[in-house]
Each structure stands twice: as C-alpha cells, then as structure tokens.
C-alpha cells in the first residue's frame, strides 16, 4: 500500500480532484439556475419593461429599493387606526 501512495504524484491527484470539484460545482450551479429560471425571467421582463416602458433605469429601480423600508415605515406611522 505505501509503494501505491508513493507511486501516485500528488499533482495528478489535485487536477483530477479540482476537475471533479469543479463539475460537481457547475451541476449545482445549473440546478439552482433551472429551478429559479421563471422568477429570473420574471425579474429580468420587469426590469425590462420599466427601462423601455417608463424610462426607468435599473439603477433608478435599485436606489427605490433601497429607500423601500423607510417609505414603508413612514406609510406605518402615518396610518391613523380608527377610534386613536
């Protein structure tokens, strides 16, 4: 058993391990993307319709985004419940 382990170049057994790896990682990649690929194409005609439709750049839609939970919170706050 140890000639066979000092027989093998170790170089060899790292290519062949990171081209295992790496397919093993692609497979997984290719999964997720086909299990996500509607809302992808959901996401990407929306960004497209607003760009085109409205002239609404992605960046612009972004910025909004990011602005989100604070406009949300200020909507909140200013909801007054009835009989307060």
Do not use: C
Not at 18 to 38: C, E, P, Q
Not at 51 to 68: D, K
């Amino acid at each position: 058993m140890d000639n066979l382990l000092a027989s093998v170049d170790s170089q060899t057994v790292l290519v062949i391990s990171a081209i295992v790896v790496a397919f093993l990682l692609l497979r997984l990649l290719l999964r997720i993307l086909s299990g996500a690929g509607g809302l992808l194409l959901t996401i990407i005609a929306i960004v497209l319709g607003l760009q085109y439709l409205f002239g609404i750049s992605p960046a612009q839609l972004w910025q909004e985004m990011l602005h989100l939970p604070q406009e949300l919170l200020r909507l909140v706050e200013s909801v007054q419940l009835p009989g307060s």
